[in-house]
Structures are given as structure tokens and as C-alpha cells.
């Protein structure tokens, strides 16, 4: 089995292509997956357990707003990358703040000198039939933790930052809002859906790391582990 890192979060993943094809219209994830009385896998232990997809689906959050609505208020908001080397520019002579917004994992394993994690996404908690059925989304592409929004994830940043901070945020890969011929519309990541929160809840100096920190790392700038 494949680390959830490995991959996409699959709430980012296209679902024209990337989708799980059942009988009917209830959306995990961006995976389609069934409401009727049957298991959502006859073949798989959740079906042999015998779980019902009863739950409906909650209401939608901010965060899973469509990309190209989130990508429209960043740029209206001038959210600006900024490459790894500028990044540590800034922490080191301008006072920014790098927050972290990868899993806890992810992040003791190694991250930036000064940087604080905020997870946007943890590891998925209950066992509803709701959440069950998504764990199951995740383990067909062989995923075993799968992630959900972090419900807390503002409640958290507003108790160590105030609405003038200068903050850097960052994941792994980056993402980003420059067009291309493959991805008019960029490519949207784990840090530009935690700007997009930030920017909607009125921070107001918000940068994002263009190339994460799989570019910081690779760059060979600081870093540090807890483990």
C-alpha cells in the first residue's frame, strides 16, 4: 500500500477521469458513489461488513468550492508566489511566517526552520457510513489514510496569527495559479485552498510557496525534523 503523501489528495483529483462509477449520484470526494440499500463494494470488507451508504452528504465548505472560483478570489486578492529562495528571503529580513499546512507527519519528518503546521487536512476520524464510504474511495486507489477537511483548521490559525501577519503558506507540491496549455486554470494544491481561507476570512498579506516544498527541499534550503 502507498502512503496517502504519494498521491493527490483525491478531493483535488479530476473526476472525468478519475472517477468511481456506481449506480447513483452521492459524491465522496469528487468520487461518485451510491446511495441505495446495497454496499457501496459488494467485493470489497465493506461490503462484506455489510455498511449501508445512508448518509447524505454535508453541506459544502469553502474549501471545496470550485477551483476555478477559489483560483478568481486569489487572484482578486493578489495572492502572490513566491519561489522557495524568496520565501526564506522573506522569513529571514521581513518577518514572514512560513505556515505549514501538510499533514503532522509529513510535517515532523522534516520542514522549514520557524515554520508552524496547521494541517488543512487530517486523517479522517469517525466511522459514520459517510466516512466509511470514503475510506473506501481512498483505499480503491490504495490509499490507506485518508484525509478530510480539518474542521478546526481556521479556529486554529486565528488563535496564533492575527489578521496582519505576513504568512507564507505551504505544502507539499505547491500548485499553482499560472496558466498553461495542459492547465488553463493552474493546478490547485493543499496550500492555495488554505490561502483562499485565509483571504475569505480577512488576512491580509498571503503569499504562497510556488513549487512547495518539494522545491525547497530539493533546493537544499534549511530544514529540520522532530524525528
Known sequence: MLAASSFTNPWLLNTASKSLWCPSSLVVNSFPLPLASKSCFPQSPVGRFGVKCTATKPPKSPAEEDWKVKREVLLQKRVRSVEVKEALRLQTENNFLILDVRPE???????????????????????????????AAFLFFGIISGTEENPEFLQIVESKLDKDAKIIVACSSGGTMRPSQNLPQGQQSRSLIAAYLLVLNGYKNVYHLDGGLYNWFKEGLPSISEE
Do not use: C, M, S, V
Not at 507527519?105 to 466516512?131: C, M, S, V
Open 105 to 135: 507527519a509529513e510535517f515532523k519528518e522534516a520542514h522549514a526552520p520557524g515554520a508552524i503546521n496547521i494541517q488543512i487536512y487530517r486523517l479522517i476520524k469517525e466511522w459514520t457510513p459517510w466516512d466509511i464510504a470514503r475510506r
